[in-house]
């Protein structure tokens, strides 16, 4: 048997694709062949000339915000309309909001569940919907986080969404495994993206963290694209319901 990492001929939707794990993610699709849907509410400019320079899978921007749900359904029927497939879904767009939990607001919990959390869940049903439909298989990846293995501090709403994120991946992967459709997830560590931001730039938590990740570097975002061609690709037809961790050994420690 030949192991296939091959996506040549399919499509992938990617939301929060122009920077950061969402940019790096698609690049690597693409450049295993895959076109790319490229889901978000800013320009994709940056990904776009990475993705062609790549000379491989070809990209289309499809504008959405997924504060809300309103967008989802035009966002599966816009991929189709475009390359007439829907293969593979990456539901990587993320927010955080920091802040002690005896202050928290209810806006800085409501806001990051809606976007990673309520839209996930409603963007894969509509995707799986697809799929069911047309008795296809097809392969979900959600970008879980340490924080769907550990508590963390000061982000209440993150970590409930990202634990619960990682029950819904197995979830779906019990009520979809049977129909061919691979949910799983992949848990990034410690990765220099705007979202890290304000670590890094703290020095006593920048230090804290360094010193705990045995590969000794914060993650570049390129190092996590093998593990999502992985999960897209027919090597990993029988792997449902994982959260993997890509952290440089943080969890090991
Ligand atoms: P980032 O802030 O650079 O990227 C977040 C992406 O989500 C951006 O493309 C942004 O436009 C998009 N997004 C946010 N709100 C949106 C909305 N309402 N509608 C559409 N798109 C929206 O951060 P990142 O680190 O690249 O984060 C990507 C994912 O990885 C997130 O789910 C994040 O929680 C997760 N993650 C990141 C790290 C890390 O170390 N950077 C670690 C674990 C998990």
Redesign the pocket.
């Known amino acids: 048997m030949t192991i296939s990492f091959d996506l040549t001929g399919k499509t992938a939707i990617v939301?929060?694709?122009?920077?950061?794990?969402?940019q790096a993610i698609a690049v690597a699709l693409a450049g295993a062949g895959a076109d790319i849907a490229l889901?978000?509410?800013?320009s994709m400019e940056e990904t776009e000339a990475a993705i062609a320079a790549g000379g491989r899978g070809k990209c289309r921007f499809i504008k959405?915000?997924?504060?809300t749900i309103e967008p989802i359904k035009d966002v599966v029927e816009q991929t189709l309309a475009w390359t007439s497939r829907a293969d593979i879904l990456v539901n990587?767009?993320?927010?955080?909001r920091r802040s002690d939990a005896v202050d928290f607001t209810e806006a800085d919990w409501d806001d990051v569940m809606d976007?990673?959390l309520k839209s996930v869940f409603f963007l894969s049903q509509a995707f799986a919907r697809h799929l069911i439909a047309q008795g296809k298989g097809g392969k979900i990846i959600n970008?879980?986080?340490?924080l769907s293995f550990q508590g963390g501090i000061r982000i209440p709403s993150y970590t409930a969404s990202?634990s619960g994120l990682a029950g819904l991946t197995r979830l779906l992967a019990c009520e979809w495994a049977g129909k061919g459709i691979n949910v799983n997830a992949i848990?990034?560590?410690?990765?220099e993206?705007?979202?890290?931001e304000a670590l890094r730039n703290d020095p006593d938590r920048n230090a804290a963290i360094l010193g705990r990740i045995p590969a000794g570097h914060w993650?570049k975002?390129d190092e996590l694209g093998g593990a999502a061609v992985f999960l897209a690709s027919p090597a990993s037809d029988y792997v449902h319901g994982v959260v993997l961790p890509v952290d440089g050994g943080w969890l090991a420690r």
């Open positions: 939301t929060g694709a122009n920077t950061g794990l969402g889901v978000g509410r800013s959405a915000d997924l504060s990587n767009a993320g927010i955080i976007v990673n970008i879980a986080s340490l990202k848990a990034p560590g410690y990765f993206t705007n979202n890290t993650g975002p």
